[in-house]
């Protein structure tokens, strides 16, 4: 299996903006919190290409520590989604209004 | 080449599907289909080691974490109302924002010359590259100090989250909850 750089940048760009359109368009933060997901692994996917296309594997150490940010992210998100939404009605980030002036 | 289009478009494709689900539930089936997709990538991309962590970390824990609390906002009220929608039409501007991202993006890879290195299938071998001796070779020499940092993230992670949800957090007490229905009153809403 060949494939150039070039094809693998795309494809990482591609699930990079399905997951900011999933970002600003979804209202519901679960679903807002796996798009922000998304993104990572597209960063990911693109840095694991650049690695194997310079036989450097400072990439991969890079893509690990976005993992481990990735991991540290979706716990305290969740934590927080957990306390917020416990006593709000709907799961809707449009309810998150309490600082509204 | 093939195998590549065809985990391409399993993994836009199910980005697809975890970005439009209604159901948060299907979202994370999505979400694993284009992990495991992803994970496959590494594999051709000679980063073995990688492949297994996102198959560990993110299939493994990270999902879970997403069920968990799905299963826990849905436990005491009604699963997952929307509530009513106050930007109806705010899809457009982010499909805009994200044509434009991604022409810009795609313009800037057509004027790139990358480096040439063709990109060959997974090897087998042990301390080739990608492999995990070079893997933990790379990250316990060379990149001691990010490594350390790894570990200072996660214990920041632990402590900030059992400060938000744990249950005896210094100043306020959780409420526990008995009956099946919100603990708040529905709050009245200002007419648009």
């Known amino acids: 299996m060949s494939a150039p750089v070039d094809a693998y940048v795309i494809v990482s760009a591609i699930l990079f903006f399905i997951g900011v359109v999933g970002v600003i368009a979804r209202r519901n933060p679960l679903i807002q919190l796996m798009s922000i997901e998304l993104l990572f692994n597209s960063a990911n996917l693109a840095l694991v290409t650049f690695a194997r296309s310079w036989g450097n594997n400072a990439g991969h150490i890079f893509a690990f520590l976005v993992i481990t940010v990735a991991a540290a992210e979706a716990a305290i998100g969740l934590a927080i989604v957990v306390i917020v939404f416990r006593k709000t009605t709907f799961v809707d980030v449009d309810e998150v209004a309490t600082l509204k002036g | ?192």
């Not at chain 2, 289009?5 to 539930?25: D, N």
């Not at chain 2, 980063?47 to 005491?76: K, P």
């Not at chain 2, 930007?87 to 480096?115: E, N, S």
């Not at chain 2, 990010?146 to 400060?163: D, K, Q, S």
Request: charged share 10%.
């Open chain 2, 1 to 192: 080449m093939i195998g590549f289009v065809l985990l391409s478009l399993v993994m836009i494709a199910s980005a697809l599907f975890t970005v439009t689900a209604k159901k948060p539930v299907h979202s994370v089936v999505g979400l694993l289909v284009n992990f495991i997709a992803l994970a496959i990538t590494y594999l051709t991309l000679h980063a073995e080691f990688l492949a297994v962590i996102q198959i560990v970390v993110y299939s493994g824990a990270i999902l879970i974490l997403f069920v968990f609390v799905i299963a826990l906002l849905s436990s005491g009220t009604k699963p997952f109302e929307p509530g009513p929608n106050r930007m109806p039409r705010a899809v457009y501007p982010a499909l805009l924002f994200g044509a434009i991202g991604l022409a810009a993006i795609a313009i800037a890879v057509a004027k790139t010359a990358f480096a040439p290195t063709a990109i060959a299938g997974a090897t087998g071998d042990a301390n080739v590259f990608g492999s995990v001796a070079d893997f933990g070779t790379a990250l316990f020499t060379t990149n001691l100090l990010p490594f350390e940092v790894t570990a200072f993230v996660l214990m920041v992670a632990i402590v900030g989250v059992v400060l938000l949800a744990g249950d005896d957090a210094p100043g306020r007490r959780a409420p526990k909850r008995t009956q099946r229905e919100p603990i708040s009153p529905p709050r009245e809403r200002i007419a648009p």
